[in-house]
């Protein structure tokens, strides 16, 4: 095997070999990388990592150029054919290997993107939730306020009722009374002018209470709309 000069840049030995070691190197780095990338809980990328294994794939195919340019210029044909051999070998395992290295790109990109919509579903779904509390908190309130409605009109209800039983009272007291007065005027006498006297009295007193049941029933009125 000759040791023809690369133009300054070894023999075609010594760049087969420092292409060789680099070559182990980065296949161990690319198996890591690929074990991070399944064992790490995130599976997200290792910049350092990578970015390295990128430089020594790049650096591998430069070596592949150069030894190509030296292996041409072998005198022997049987070592031409050896080297040529060898420099495709360590060619297709770097052109493998960068494949490799594309598809890790790809899937942490994918990742990275499923990571985001991920992100900005939750943020949606949070601002959801808060939207559907507002509203939960809305309902509630209206509820509330339409317990304390339903409470005061039913107070309102109970006073309107005690007083129309009130004047129900003295509506009776009343006939009572009158019943107790004629039967004393006719005891004693008393003309008819007197006794009609106090019938329109009765009847005054009728309207009186009757105004004041209607006005009672409208100011319960206008305090259950008022409450609404």
């Known amino acids: 095997m000759s040791a023809m000069e690369g133009g300054g840049g070894g023999t075609l030995s010594e760049i087969y070999h420092s292409a060789k070691r680099l070559l182990l190197r980065t296949r161990d780095e690319l198996e890591k990388l690929e074990r991070l990338e ?51 070998q360590i060619a297709e ?17 994918k990742r990275m993107m499923e990571a985001k919509e991920r992100a900005d579903l939750v943020g949606r779904a949070k601002g959801d939730s808060a939207h559907i509390l507002r509203i939960f908190d809305d309902e509630a309130q209206a509820m509330s306020s339409v317990r304390n409605s339903s409470r005061m009109l039913e107070e309102a209800s109970a006073t309107g009722e005690a007083i129309l039983f009130k ?27 007197v006794l009609k006297l106090i019938e329109r009295r009765h009847r005054v ?20 709309r008022w409450l609404r």
């Open 93 to 109: 395992e770097a052109d493998s290997m960068k494949q490799s290295l594309d598809k890790y790109f790809l899937r942490n990109q």
């Open 205 to 224: 007193d009728n309207w009186i209470k009757y105004a004041g049941m209607i006005l009672t029933i409208v100011v319960v009125f206008v305090f259950v």
């Open 38 to 88: 399944y064992t790490a809980a995130s599976g997200m990328d290792s910049p350092d990592l990578s970015s390295s294994i990128k430089r020594d794939i790049t650096q591998i195919q430069s070596l592949c150029v150069e030894m190509d340019r030296l292996w041409r210029s072998v005198a022997a044909k049987s070592q031409r054919d050896l080297w040529k051999r060898k420099v495709e």
């Open 167 to 193: 004047y129900s009272e003295q509506r009776d007291r009343l006939k009572r009374a009158q019943r107790k007065a004629l039967d004393v005027l006719n005891t004693v006498g008393l003309s008819n002018s």
